[in-house]
């Protein structure tokens, strides 16, 4: 049995690029999560104690990102996973990150990354 939460479009902005610009001027980034719960953790409590809290996650991120500045999206994603797994005790992670405006004829431009916790 596999339980996952799931956050989608999350905004947060912050600094991340190679180009000059890019490390000066905080930007929208959008987020996709899914943060999978070990089977131990479904249907053994009806308590938000007991699962992920959307709203912690999503506070989390930004506070997060605020200590660190990225230069590639693909370093954020690894970095917010191991984070995001460690603090809320999850076994696996997809996250994508999407940076909107970036390159011409485009809607966004981005990764996604499946983290798994080692056992």
Known sequence: ???S???DNLRVSTIVGVYEHEQHTPQELRFDLEMRLPD???NQSALLADTIDYAAVSALIPELLA???FRLLENMAHYLAVALCRRFHCV???IRIAKHGVVPNTDAVGVNY???QDK
């Open 1 to 3: 049995m596999a339980l």
């Open 5 to 7: 939460i799931f956050i």
């Open 40 to 42: 131990t953790r479904v």
């Open 67 to 69: 200590t660190q500045h």
């Open 92 to 94: 696996e992670m997809r």
């Open 114 to 116: 499946f983290y798994q």
